[in-house]
Every structure is written in structure tokens, then in C-alpha cells.
């Protein structure tokens, strides 16, 4: 994603400056966008919210630290061979082995904890909501056996268990759609 988004930016071809990717993506990147010019947005993990942030702000590239890269100009899925393709012609266009072009970002440290809470609330600033919809009320287990607590998204909110709009009538049948 490094190498695709800072090339573009550099041509003037990413759209308002901007990569999506998700809350998993290493810092590094943000910093050799910030770096450049540029900058990175973030969303929930899964390339449907990548996807939907690319829409709702009309960008070109965004991704996931997985290697789900979606090229906006080509496709609207993660394709691992537009990407490729998209390093080939960036690698055949600067004559750079792409050994030089990786050196355009430094992988910072990280780390994913999981971390047992008491009580989800507002995660400031991130879009984030947390509530109890039917299914958790009424004791459906995740496949953990742990209680179900709905992540819910601002400002279209959507329960993340059964996808219906965030409201105290949210239910599901055990399953997320």
C-alpha cells in the first residue's frame, strides 16, 4: 500500500491525499504518507469498510494489512494481481528493483492485546459505539460462550451482529448476516 499510494501521491493521482486502511495497518504507514504529503484514514477492519470509506470519500486506494489492496480504479474487491500489477508498473516507471521502493516506509513496532473490559463505551473520537441489542439481552453466545455486545458505528449505525440499524428492537436469529 506504501509503495502504490506514495506513488500516486507524488504524480498527483491519490485523490484528496488520502489511503484508507484500516485500525490494524502499521503506524509506519501513516508516517511515510505524513511524510510525503499525504494521509491515511481509517476504518473497522474488513474490506467492506475499507470499501465504504473509499465511496464515501471517492478515493482510489485503500487496503488492509492482511494484502487486501483495493485499486478503486480497476475493481472494487482486494485483488492481489491489480496489486501486483500496480507494483510491477510502479517498479517498470521510477527503473527502481523493488527492494529501493520497500525502503519508502519503516514498519514500526506493534502489537494486538486483547483486553477483557467491564463496559464498552464511546472509543473517543473513532466512530465507535458500543450497546446491547436484543441478541446480547437475551443471552445469545458468541463461539467463545461470551455474552454478544454489538459494536455500533456513527453515524449510520449498524449492529456489527446482525447488520440491522441500532435500535433497541436490534435482533438476530444467532447468526451474522
Known amino acids: 500500500m506504501a509503495i502504490i499510494a506514495l506513488e500516486r501521491l507524488a504524480n498527483g493521482t491519490l485523490p484528496?491525499?488520502?489511503?484508507?486502511t484500516t485500525v490494524m495497518s502499521n503506524a509506519g504507514l501513516d508516517a511515510?504518507?505524513?511524510a510525503a504529503g499525504g494521509k491515511t484514514v481509517r476504518t473497522a477492519v474488513g474490506d467492506q469498510n475499507v470499501l465504504a470509506a473509499m465511496l464515501k470519500l471517492d478515493l482510489t486506494v485503500g487496503g488492509e494489512?492482511?494484502?487486501h489492496i483495493i485499486m478503486r480504479?480497476?475493481?472494487t474487491t482486494g485483488d492481489g494481481l491489480i496489486a501486483a500489477l500496480q507494483i510491477l508498473r510502479v517498479m517498470k516507471t521510477t527503473g527502481k528493483p523493488l527492494s529501493e521502493l520497500a525502503r519508502c516506509w519503516t514498519r514500526f513496532p506493534q502489537m494486538l492485546t486483547n483486553i477483557v473490559v467491564r463496559e464498552k463505551k464511546t472509543a473517543g473520537g473513532t466512530g465507535w459505539h458500543w450497546a446491547s441489542c436484543r441478541a446480547s439481552r437475551s443471552g445469545v453466545?458468541?463461539?467463545k460462550g461470551g455474552r454478544i455486545l454489538c459494536a455500533i458505528r456513527a453515524p449510520n449505525p449498524k449492529c456489527d451482529y446482525c447488520w440491522k440499524d441500532a435500535t433497541p428492537d436490534c435482533s438476530s436469529n444467532g447468526t451474522k448476516k
Open 73 to 75: 480504479d480497476y475493481s
Open 32 to 34: 511515510a504518507l505524513e
Open 141 to 143: 453466545k458468541n463461539r
Open 65 to 67: 494489512q492482511s494484502g
Open 16 to 20: 484528496k491525499k488520502t489511503l484508507a
